[in-house]
């Protein structure tokens, strides 16, 4: 094997590994899933093969009748990902004690690294085209969460989670939403048992009233304008409202989940000499990872789109 032309160091490596933005839920939304190469296969099941039922009776001399299960094998690649940072020289012989120049470079570049897999993650999971016809609702006018005086969420989440063929365990929705849903008087009726007119829910008590494993909470934001303009902020979540059946366990060839990020190796990072740069000369710092987000099963989820005014 040829050594590679940027040397990769364990030890930022290690940095780039164990760095995580608390504030950003990809993860959590499509887990990681280990691939052995970076181009990859993965299964696609038959949907009917699980539900439809065969004659399993077996008579005293007669042999089981045969079932077969069939899958459409996939074929994707991850992708590279990844950003540099040119620490000078002069900033590491002064660096202050307990201070490592370079491993905050990494740190830097992980975040943002992680804000553009969060971005990533939140396009898939919020666009209409990743789920089924029948699993998505663009809600509009009184049906909008925000009117609170003639929606209903609760009827509308509980239907969603029955129109699914596998009852999702996982809410995922924007924070502006979830400020609205957790202020909405049903949802505060039916959590704090009171007449709804006052406080607001609990992450906890939502969860428990649907029936959720977790309920996932877009907090990210994003600068949207250009270097040198006024920084102007969003949220990187928008206001959707996304229920999936997530299943930690399933991989390239076994489980079903509605999605995952398949994987190559782990975060990376390293430094090469920049001998050109600066007067005592620098150092290029880089770390990245390789990965591929995934909608595996489009069937697993149901979307509302527009949940708020």
């Not at 929606?151 to 063929?165: F, Q, R, V």
């Not at 877009?218 to 102007?232: D, E, I, Y």
């Not at 991989?251 to 990376?268: C, L, S």
Request: glycine letters at 6%.
């Amino acid at each position: 094997m040829s050594k590679a032309p940027f040397p990769i160091t364990p030890e930022l490596t290690a940095i780039a590994i164990a760095y995580r933005n608390l504030a950003l839920i990809a993860d959590q939304v499509l887990p990681y899933v280990p691939v052995g190469k970076k181009e990859f296969k993965y299964w696609k099941y038959e949907k009917p093969e699980r539900y439809t039922l065969p004659d399993n009776y077996v008579g005293r001399k007669s042999t089981p009748n045969q079932v077969e299960f069939n899958a459409t094998e996939v074929t994707e690649s991850c992708v590279d990902y990844g950003l540099d940072d040119i620490v000078p020289q002069d900033d590491i012989d002064n660096a202050p004690p307990n201070y490592n120049p370079l491993g905050n470079a990494v740190e830097g570049i992980q975040d943002l690294n992680l804000l553009a897999r969060e971005k990533r993650v939140a396009d898939l999971i919020f666009n209409t085209a990743s789920y089924d016809t029948a699993n998505k609702t663009a809600l509009a006018g009184n049906d909008q969460w925000s009117a609170f005086d003639t929606s209903d969420p609760i009827e509308d989440i509980l239907e969603a989670m029955d129109a699914c063929i596998m009852k999702p365990n996982i809410m995922v929705l924007g924070n502006s939403v979830w400020t609205v849903l957790r202020r909405h008087p049903k949802v505060i009726n039916a959590t704090n048992r009171n007449s709804g007119d006052a406080g607001v829910a609990v992450r906890a008590s939502v969860a428990e009233l649907f029936e959720f494993e977790e309920i996932l909470i877009g907090q990210g934001l994003l600068n949207t304008s250009r270097k040198g303009q006024v920084p102007s902020f969003s949220r990187v979540w928008g206001n959707y409202c996304a229920l999936i059946y997530r299943n930690r366990q399933a991989n390239t060839q076994h489980g079903t989940t509605f999605g995952f990020t398949a994987r190559f190796g782990t975060p990376i990072a390293g430094s090469l000499q920049e001998p050109a740069v600066g007067l005592r000369g620098s150092i290029r710092v880089r770390a990245g990872e390789s990965v591929k987000e995934l909608i595996c099963a489009s069937d697993l989820g149901y979307l509302f789109s527009t949940v708020i005014a």
